[in-house]
């Protein structure tokens, strides 16, 4: 069995090829599918470079646009590898390139916030999956791009950041929310089915394995890579940890003709040399934890970086195109010699050993020489490190520290008997910063961490200096914050450490809440759920899934189960215990009475009689008592001989029977009986309003005159014209069809002035209420809340009958016509909502939700049905059931 001795140190590698573009201030790159042409998109260009001849000038396209790119991808599939997406804020852009310019194909318009990531299914030529802050991730099909196929939204706090296709099957689809992913099969719908806690801190990069379905990698804040099996995401399968640890911006498995490697783009914080400005090369072994090779070159932030993918070459070198802040692209070689690295990083023993572990166990020689000492350590990953000289033939080294403001300069000088019986020896330079006492302790610790590690026959360099810094930063004040040197336009600010988050409340553990009709939800951590422990955690759970082990379950299944005692306890997947009540019988309003309820406005003691029937019938003695009192009072008020009109009801005023229901009013409304208080509000008080005229009496003429004039104005809202109609009882319209009424009857009267004859007619509000003036808004706000439960039953139509019954109806949105133009964006639309900016331009004037199908509209009043809701309503009344509109509807629909 061959076994590779020892893991090498990083090799440095140089960019092959660079090229300086200062202008062209662009945000994102991207390789077209054949690996021809390299795109750089900003806000102001579009940037062609053809990579099969470098001397062929950049070709540019104008933009022009006053939004950033947040990201751009071209197509990864033969058949469509002319197309490419930008995403421009809320937008994205589907452009096709041809010899000559690129042409927009298609604008793809459905997300509310910046989209942050764009990805192309490699197995369907025309399917795109975006993602956005507003939680939402879309999947498009370019062949009918007027919405989504398909949109999975995540129910939570975080938007979506990051979103990628599986590679292997195409099936699966993953998407980042802060620090946890949702995974998702486009086959079940639009609900996840695994639920990962991968980091405490925000993911930047999502990476599907080449080979296996199941595998993928994350990139994070944290400064770690973790490698998931979604089939057993309870735990990460392999953690790598970066220098520092720096936060890594992006992190990709390499492309299948390069095996076993990985590349990561390391964000440096500041004050660190423009060295750290690189790539790194990693091995996918599981006991690899240093980078195979560094790519050098940039001297600030790496934005993005792209695998050339050239399907037409015969050679397996893979070239990594990047672009960085510095406004430079530049080009390294994945050659043979890399691959043959990262594939030695990969054998392991029986064990379960790496090859470096399996060497010193089983030598009796000391565990490497300094040379090898020397060649193993990666002192970029030391903190505080900015630089170093190595002399192996002096058997000397330099090293220059900074930390907390502090500047070391340490010289170690190497006996020959190290690492056997002689440990190295220390000392601090001119330049160091230190004060005496301080070097005092810095030295002692360094002798006492080399004699320990000298005693064991074991090298001390690394293991020392990190000693040093920590010991440092404890006896100056601890670490102090860095701050990143990153601004990318697609997360502003989004690596920044230094944003603390001690603002950001400790997830929930238990709650409860009730719905509106009576529902109670319970949830909280049993007791015997694992103690979570924040000694080692710098940073606060951002979601309660954070404290249930990293892991979460299908939330979204199966339906709740009401159960009848609080004893009865569930737990669920998420280690929570979810508890669902119904406790509707301990309020005050009854479902049963609203049901069964009536109202019967032209025969009130009929009315309070039969509600007094429901009362008794469900058991409720209280209620039976009051009823009796309200038929008594309404028998009082009018003979009960016969149906009441409204003049015969109120043509004798009671003052006590106006004292009396004020009190019962407010007497059911202290005790929370909204049901109760609103039902006598809406018996003993109605208003409504009408046109009154001071004339006693007109002559036949006139009398035929008038109902054709109200004839002509009822008729006077054309079909087809091209303005909203108006409502025609509101006020301004009550106003004018007086006033075209008074003009009407003008002729017929012979007055001297127009004036007069509109004088004979006033616009009244007439009070037809026991209940009088004085409480009148609370009277209504009784009825609008009762309302509002009647809408959490379900019981519409009891509902829209108790708001004819407001005194002040709310006003409705009248959206009769089919409009051509929105009024939000000013496009065509020929639906009754809008292509372009997705508002709802009709809404159901029974349910007062948006008609997002096929639509009903009265051409007389205006109002709008789903035809559901028409032929429920009007199955039983004949006009409008907006409070306040009496408009025959079911006329004009021909429904009688």
Known sequence: MEIEIE?????????????NLEDLQATALSINYTGQYLLLAGRRHLALKNLYDYTEPLKLFNRNSKFEVSCAEFAICNNSSAFCAIATSQLIE????????????YSLRAHTRVVTDIDWHSKHPYMLATCSIDTYTHLWDLRDPKRPILSLSAVCMSGATQVGFNRVSGNFIATAHDGDLRIWDIRKGSRPVQYITAHLNRIHGINWSHTEESNLITASQDGSVKFFDINNPRRAERIITTPTPSPVWRARYTPPAFKEGLVT???????????????????????????????????????????????????????????????????????????????????????????????????????????????????????????????TDKRNAMIRIVANGFIIILQVIFPSGYPFSSPPIFEFCPGTTLDDNLSLKLMKSLKDSSASRVKKGKACLEHCLRALVSDLKKETGGDKAHYLRLQSPRLEGALSKALSDSLIPFPKTSGVRFNATGILVTFARPFTAKRFSLRNQTTTPRALSALSGGYLGNVNGSKPVFYPSKDIDRKSSTGVSICIYDASKLLMV?????????????????????????????????????????????LALASSDFELSDDEMFSSPNPFAKTFLEALINHYAKLGDVQTAAMLCVTFGRYYQEISSRTSSFSTKSNTSHLHAQRLLKQSVSPYHTVTAMDVNSQSVIKYNAWVLAQHLKGQTRSNSWSDSLDDFRINEVNRSVLGESNRNFYDNLKKFYADILYCYNLLPARALILKFVSSPAAFSSTVEFVTECQICKKTSKSPSCLHCKKFLLYCSYCQLPIKGSANSCLSCSHSFHTAHLLEWFENHDVCPVAGCRCPCADNFGMT
């Open 7 to 19: 893991e090498k140190s990083p090799v440095i590698r140089t960019a092959e090829y660079c090229m």
């Open 94 to 105: 589907v452009l096709k390139w041809t010899e000559s310019s690129p042409v927009l194909e």
């Open 265 to 391: 783009i390391i964000v440096p914080l500041v004050g660190s040399e423009s060295g750290e400005n690189s790539l790194l090369l990693w091995s996918n072994s599981k006991n690899s934890q240093s980078p195979i090779c560094s790519f050098t070159g940039h001297n600030d932030v790496i934005l993005d970086f792209a695998y050339r993918n050239d399907p037409y070459r015969q050679s397996n070198d893979i070239e990594i195109f990047t672009w960085s802040r510095d406004q430079t692209f530049r080009v390294w070689k994945l050659d043979k010699e890399l691959q043959k690295l990262c594939i030695q990083n990969t054998i392991e023993t029986e064990n379960g050993e790496s090859a470096l572990e399996y060497h010193q166990r089983n030598s009796t020689q000391p565990s490497c020489s300094l040379q090898h000492e020397f060649s193993i350590i990666f002192f970029p990953s030391i903190p505080g490190i900015q630089k170093y000289e190595l002399d």
């Open 590 to 634: 009854s479902r049963e009475l609203a049901e069964n309820y009536v109202i019967i406005p032209t025969n009130l003691p009929r009315m309070c009689r039969k509600n007094r029937e429901v009362a008794e019938e469900f058991g409720r003695a209280d209620l039976v008592q009051t009823w009796s009192i309200a038929e008594t009072i309404a």
